[in-house]
């Protein structure tokens, strides 16, 4: 079993629809989670960055951990054709990045149609 | 404030060659980390340096791979002699002390036939 499980797609959405993205993963010892944005040839750019459970907004997008579940979501509102990229997962036990290296997802393709 | 840079960003070798890629942090940031994507693959940390001290290692594939940040600024990652299964894309990062957030760079991406 991977660490953390993410579908890789591509996931294909009109313009303006709610998007859900989410991994699931198995190590309960994982503390911070992130979500980052990788559009094609660029490296993968911070999007969102979570402590332990709980929901955190920011803008159009929100992201959830559920430490029970072991599972976490990005939502994006009003999605755009701009928001089309990869969009990874990240975990790890300190702070992100920290003293330890990030485990990432596959990442998941994303395509919003105009 | 100039990002995360790397050189080269393709690099096109002979299996047994050797290859050096180097990273340019962002001023500042005592944090750099090496990651690399294997096509079809997830993006797996290779190593962290705090400064120029390595912090951990435990990423990388084997002995063919040499990192070092001498001076705690950039940092070279050599591959020798490279091999097929090296090819993917190498990422660089950095982060400032205890910020969390990592900046990537665009990548060096390896090919080795």
């Known amino acids: 079993q991977k660490e953390v499980e993410q579908d890789p797609g591509p996931l294909s959405v009109p313009e303006g629809a709610i998007v859900s993205l989410n991994c699931t993963y198995s190590n309960s010892a994982f503390q911070y989670f992130m979500w980052y944005r990788q559009y094609s040839r660029k490296g993968p750019e911070l999007l969102m960055y979570?402590?332990s459970s709980g929901n955190k907004e920011d803008g159009r997008f929100t992201a959830q951990v559920d430490k029970s579940s072991k599972y976490i979501s990005l939502f994006i509102r009003d999605s755009q054709p701009s928001d089309s990229a990869t969009y990874l997962c990240a975990m790890s036990w300190g702070s992100g990045g920290g003293a330890d290296g990030l485990t990432f997802g596959k990442g998941t393709h994303l395509i919003i149609q105009p | 404030e100039a990002g995360v840079t790397q050189f080269p960003s393709h690099s096109v070798i002979e299996k047994g060659q050797t290859v050096t890629l180097r990273c340019d942090p962002i001023s500042g940031h005592d944090n750099l980390y090496w990651y690399r994507r294997v096509m079809g693959k997830e993006i797996k940390f290779l190593l962290h340096f705090v400064k120029e001290s390595k912090q951990d290692e435990s990423g990388m594939p084997n002995n063919r791979f040499l990192a070092e940040r001498t001076g705690g600024t950039y940092s070279t990652l050599k591959v020798q002699p490279a091999e097929l299964e090296d090819s993917g894309v190498y990422f660089c990062a950095s982060s400032g002390t205890y910020t969390g957030e990592l900046f990537f760079g665009e990548g060096s991406r390896l090919t080795v036939l």
């Open positions: 979570t402590y």
